[in-house]
C-alpha cells in the first residue's frame, strides 16, 4: 500500500486553533470531505495527510484561513467552500482579498465588507460607473451593497437623496385588492427596501430622513416624468419591468445622479411571457462607456449555504433543459 504524503502545521495558540477548527470540528470535517484529506490534531500541532497534490491545497487553505482569523473575521463553511473554490482554481493568494476593506458601517457599528470576490468586483464597478447593473441569484447581496453604497454616498454629500423602487409585481401569488391608502397598498413590494435601510440607518433615522424627502422608496410607476438629479438611485427586482419601463427608468437619471439595477434573470413574474425589460437592457447598452455590468453566481450567495446548494442545482437544471 502506498505511503501517504503528510504535512505539520503549527498553530500558535489554542484560541485560534479552536477557531480554526469551528464548533464540533465542523470547518475541519469540510477540508476533510472537500479534499480528501485527513487531518489529525496534537496539542497545537497539525497533521495533514493525503495525496501529496491534495495536501499541499489543504495547507494553503488552512494557512489562509488563518490569516482571515488574524484579522478578526469569522470563519465559516461557506467562507471555508469558497476558500476551497479558490485555492482549487489556483486562485488562493484571492483568499486574502475576502472582507479585506470596509464599505460601510450599520448604525449599530457593524462593519459591511464584501464576503466574495464577485461582490468586491460588484462594488469597485459602482464606485467606477455612473450605472451599474448587477444580476444573479438570490443572497448575493445585490441589494443590500447597493443600499450601503447609497447611504455612504449620502454621508459624503456625494447626493443629496436616495431613491428605492422596484416594480410592484406579485411573485406567483395574487394578492387582490389590499386594504388602506396608496402606501399601504404597496407596501409589501417595498418590504425588502425597507428592511435594508432599517439596518443601515436605524428606524428613527430612516423615519426622520423620509420626512425630509432625503430617502423615497417608491414604486416604479411613481418614477414617470420626472427628473431624478443629486440622487443615488436603485431599481430592485428589475428582472420584473417591462422594456417601457426599463426604457422610463434609465431615462429619469439627471446631473449628478448615479443608478443601480439589480435583478435575477431567472426569477422573472412578467404575466403572458412578456420580455423583461432587464434582459433586454443588458442586450442593449452592452459596452457603452460608465455603464458597469456585473454577473454574481452561485458563489457569491453569502446566506445559509443551502441556499447556494439550492441555487446551483437550479442552475444545473436550467442548463439541462435547453
Known sequence: MEAQYKEVMEVESVDRFMALFGVRDENVGLLKQELGVEVFARGTELT???EEDKV???RLVMDKLLGIL???EPVDRTRIRYAIELAKEGNADRIEEI???VIAITYKGKQVKCKTLGQRQYVEAMKKNTCVFAVGPAGTGKTYLAIAQAVVALK???VERIILTRPAVEAGEK????????AQKVDPYLRPLYDALHDMMGVESYQRM???GTVEVAPLAYMRGRTLNDAFIILDEAQNTTSEQMKMFLTRMGMGSRMVITGDVTQIDLPGGKKSGLVEALEVLKGINDIGIVTLSHRDVVRHELVQAIVKAYERFDRRGR
Request: aromatic residues 4%.
Open 175 to 182: 394578492l387582490g385588492f389590499l386594504p388602506g391608502d396608496l
Open 56 to 58: 499541499h491545497l489543504a
Open 156 to 158: 459624503n454629500k456625494d
Open 48 to 50: 495533514i495527510s493525503g
Open 210 to 212: 423620509v420626512e425630509r
Open 99 to 101: 472582507m479585506r476593506d
Open 70 to 72: 488574524d484579522r478578526g
